[in-house]
């Protein structure tokens, strides 16, 4: 497996991955002061050419960092999935994607490509989670929830039944969503409310 990013996502990353008896070859990251991550030689350059069989994953935990290397890879993607993870043999997971220490994704769900499922964080039936979202830490969608790519759903957040959340949009930590949320929207608070648009 090789890696693209040196960052703690990364540490994390190889965390799941270590669960599953894979191991990582190489990482690439643009910054020359790093040598070594977690024991795995860092390199500073990409090349489609280098172990060319082997699957990658964009490991950047900020999603449009993330979506801008995505664009650049020619390596096919991997998935790390945390051996502590529950997945439903009914759900979906998309290229690149990974689902941290016992996250849950249940049966229905559709996740898509390049996505963080992270730490203890739940999306229940029927979800719809977009292209380089980001679901932090112990965040909560509940049912029929739908995801616009590139958002962020805070640590702690909360995400009602049936809501519908645009694309690069963030919730704020501890959020309870109980309204639909526009494109680009940041939302914060119990109950969520609108505290500017990003444009």
Known sequence: MLLYGASGHAKVIMDCLF?????VTAIFDDDKEKKHLMGIEILHYYSEIYLPNEEMIVSIGDNKTRRKIADIIE??????IHKTAQISEYASFGAGSVAFHNSVIQSGAHIGDHVIINTSATVDHDCVVGNFVHIAPKATLCGDVKVGEGTLIGAGATVLPG?????????????LITKNIADFS?????????????R
Request: proline share 3%; hydrophobic share 45%; aromatic share 6%.
């Open 75 to 80: 390596h096919s993607y991997a998935q790390a």
């Open 19 to 23: 669960s599953n008896q894979e191991s």
């Open 186 to 198: 940041v939302v914060v608070g119990n109950p969520g409310r609108v505290l500017k648009i990003m």
């Open 163 to 175: 809501i519908k959340i645009g694309k690069w949009a963030v919730v704020g930590a501890g959020a």
